[in-house]
């Protein structure tokens, strides 16, 4: 017995093999029978000639933590194709932390949903049922180390004890056992940053036992990416745990063009027997907080210390550094401010160079402003790749795509700012560049957003079209599916996203959300 046939469409099960005609039957939630014209009543049938059925879009690299408690739509991701999202990326999660450490978390946290922060992923996730809160995507959890070391030790800019660093093993066993699907690193942000190699080798046994993976936004991102690579790489082979580059590219105009020489840097661990992964996103913005322009030392020990740091005759020395950074008219436009959160309204929506302009001060002098006056909270964009490094990266085959961005409504009253349009386009845009650029065939790209990024985390019931598997599914036109998204006008919807299932559920029909929320926590078993 069926409850849904689908008919007549192509299937591109997410495996990379070649697309094919058949009709796909649900069942209770699971891929029941695929072939040849099904029937079966009193199944409903829905009309899929001339679309791609596919593997429901497995956002590998989401900060949709806590999207769902804002808006339990999740209607950016859905309207995607995206039925499954990885988060807690970045070093960053909503727990784990001892007891006394939880009210200086929710200190440090501007968020709304901070409340819900928890000393335990199984806390956590009690207290969202309990509330009975509902999502419209999975997530998959990841123990951030930047949330757990500051849930040990605070912020404080030194190595972990022997004693803080046993303390931290065991929260983080605990929540892996909890369901957890790996340990995210924030390298490039405090407190991640204060963490030296020997603290993520020891947390990265842990991983490795209980076979989960170690996502990483690395150390640098720019000029020195060989030596942050080389320290992932170190993880996997003094850890075992399998490692992973989120993000990869090639940041800062002095990089540009060196994205073969990084893509040459993994292939070559790859084939020492690194167990190394990779995703991209295919924008050449960045998205991060005021302070990603600092100088790193400066961030260490947390935000407070940055501030109270820019009261010292270290200001003079980060001034040096960001004069140095923002010296062109081009540079201080490179750098745009989505929101203060209504801490400075008037540099909303304006890049550095303009605000520079208005404010009458040099562009370094701009940054100091806007990190004082929004207590370092401004959120900003900077467009900080080239195109043909992104288009470099995008082109690997056997890399995974992922939004970096978080699940937001379309309604631009409910959204603070403008985001970057990877929030709202990232699938349609990579399956859309995929077929005007041809680096990818449609079964390869679709790989890279199913089975791949399945395989990397540990998902095993998803991200192929299989029997018995669970029926997350995304159906589209594959001639015409496209991001709309702008910088000037993210809140778009993408186009040709016809349905999208959620364990064998409606979750978009004919192109619109149903009213049910389908999402869940999926749980490392
Ligand atoms: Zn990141």
């Known amino acids: 017995m069926y409850d849904f046939i689908l008919k007549g469409g192509t299937i591109v099960d997410g495996t990379g093999h070649k697309a094919y005609a058949a009709d796909l039957a649900i069942g209770d939630g699971k891929i029941v029978a695929i072939g ?84 335990s992923y199984a806390e956590f996730r009690t207290r969202i ?12 959890s990841l123990v951030g180390h930047g949330t757990l070391r500051a849930g040990v030790l605070g912020y404080d800019n030194r190595p972990a004890t022997a004693a803080e660093l046993v303390t931290m093993v065991s929260l983080l066993e605990r929540d892996l056992l909890a369901g957890a699907w790996g340990l995210s690193l924030g390298l490039g942000y405090t407190p991640g ?7 993520l080798i020891a947390l990265g046994k842990v991983v490795a036992k209980y076979n989960g993976h170690i996502p990483a936004h690395m150390r640098d991102q720019g000029d020195n990416t060989p030596q942050s690579l080389d320290e992932m790489y170190a993880i996997n082979r003094q850890s075992g745990a399998r490692v992973h580059i989120a993000h990869f590219k090639a940041g800062g105009k002095d990089n540009f063009g060196r994205a073969p020489e990084f893509v040459r840097h993994v292939t070559r661990a790859q084939q020492s027997g690194v167990a190394v992964t990779v995703d991209v996103y295919p924008y050449t913005a960045a998205s991060s907080g005021i302070t990603n322009s600092f100088p790193k030392w400066s961030i260490q020990g947390g935000l407070e210390q940055t501030l109270l740091r820019l009261q010292t005759k270290e200001r003079a020395t ?20 989505v929101s203060t959160n209504d801490r400075f309204p008037q540099a909303d929506g304006k890049d550095i160079w303009q605000l520079s302009q208005e404010l009458a001060l040099s562009m370094a002098e701009t940054i100091l402003t ?156």
């Open 318 to 337: 980060i001034y040096a550094f960001l004069s140095q950074a923002f010296s062109t008219r081009e540079d201080g436009e490179s750098l745009y401010i």
């Open 370 to 525: 806007v990190t004082e006056r929004t207590q370092a909270r401004a959120v900003c964009i900077s467009h900080s790749m080239n195109q043909a490094d992104v288009d470099f990266f995008l082109a690997q085959a056997d890399y995974a795509v992922g939004s970096d961005g978080r699940a937001l409504p379309f309604d631009p009253a409910a959204n603070k700012g403008k985001p970057h349009p990877r929030n709202f386009g990232t699938f349609p845009r990579f399956l859309r560049q995929a077929r005007e650029q041809g680096f990818a065939t449609l079964e390869t790209a679709i790989r890279r957003i199913s089975e791949l990024p399945a395989a990397i985390v540990g998902l095993t019931d998803r991200g192929v079209i299989k029997q018995g598997l669970v029926a997350d599914l995304t159906v589209f036109c594959p001639q015409i599916i496209s991001d709309r998204a702008t910088y000037r006008d993210p809140f778009q919807r993408p186009v040709g996203i016809e349905h999208v299932f959620v364990a064998g559920r409606p979750a978009l029909l004919h192109g619109q959300q149903t009213e049910l929320r389908l999402g869940a926590f999926l749980l490392r078993r």
């Open 129 to 140: 049922a309990q509330a009975e809160r509902r999502m419209s995507t999975n997530l998959l």
């Open 36 to 119: 040849p014209d099904l029937n079966s009543r009193p199944a409903k049938v829905l009309d899929v000639t001339g679309l791609a059925v596919a593997p429901g879009f497995i956002d590998i690299h989401s900060h949709s933590d806590t999207s769902f408690l804002i808006d339990e739509r999740c209607e950016s991701k859905l309207y995607q194709g995206v039925t499954s999202e990885v988060a807690g990326q970045c070093g960053a999660s909503m727990f784990p932390c001892l007891e006394e450490r939880l009210a200086q978390l929710i200190a440090a946290d501007a968020s709304e949903e901070r409340a819900y922060i928890s000393t």
């Open 193 to 199: 940053v204060s963490a030296d190699v020997a603290e």
